[in-house]
């Protein structure tokens, strides 16, 4: 499913040399209300300890992340654009996240950790493969690296929790 952003992404990347700064910046803030919101659903769902310590940790960082780079695009008078992927990204996430309303207790926990491993390693590569390249404003290139730093570890913090729940 996350495969999308980066099919998505790829395809922006091949017409015409990646998204611009407007598309990029979509693009990270959708991806990271995704996450925000699937943090809360699992802080609505779920009852491990462990889990709910994980999902506090990406509305917390997720939303600070947002809040920054709102900040920037107001400073710097850009309106981020929807795009394709912003677009695909947003319905997969309405998938995903209808899917996992209907699951409980550990089936939940663990479908929700496996989706994190996953959506992190794509959105990562994303920004490593597409967005940083593609940003041109120094300042969001420098979010936006510092954005795929801390979310490396937020996918390595959800790979050694998914270990932890089989």
Request: charge should be negative; avoid cysteine; aromatic fraction near 4%.
């Amino acid at each position: 499913m996350w495969v999308l952003l980066v099919t998505a992404a790829a395809a922006a990347s091949q017409q015409g040399g990646g998204p611009n700064d407007a598309q990029i910046a979509h693009i990270a803030y959708t991806a990271g209300e995704i996450d925000v919101a699937a943090g809360r659903q699992a802080l609505a769902k779920s009852h491990n300890r462990t889990v709910r310590a994980f999902a506090q940790e990406m509305v917390r960082d997720h939303a600070a992340v947002n809040e920054q780079a709102l900040a920037l695009v107001k400073r710097l008078g850009v309106t981020p654009e929807a795009n394709p992927t912003s677009t695909a990204l947003s319905a997969a996430a309405e998938t995903k996240h209808a899917e996992l309303s209907h699951l409980n207790g550990a089936a939940f926990d663990r479908a929700y950790v496996t989706n994190e491993v996953a959506y992190h390693r794509t959105v990562n590569g994303a920004l490593r493969d597409t967005l940083i390249p593609s940003a041109q404003n120094g300042e969001l290139k420098s979010l936006l690296q510092t954005g795929l730093t801390l979310f490396s570890e937020h996918q390595a913090h959800a790979e050694h929790l998914a270990m932890s729940l089989k």
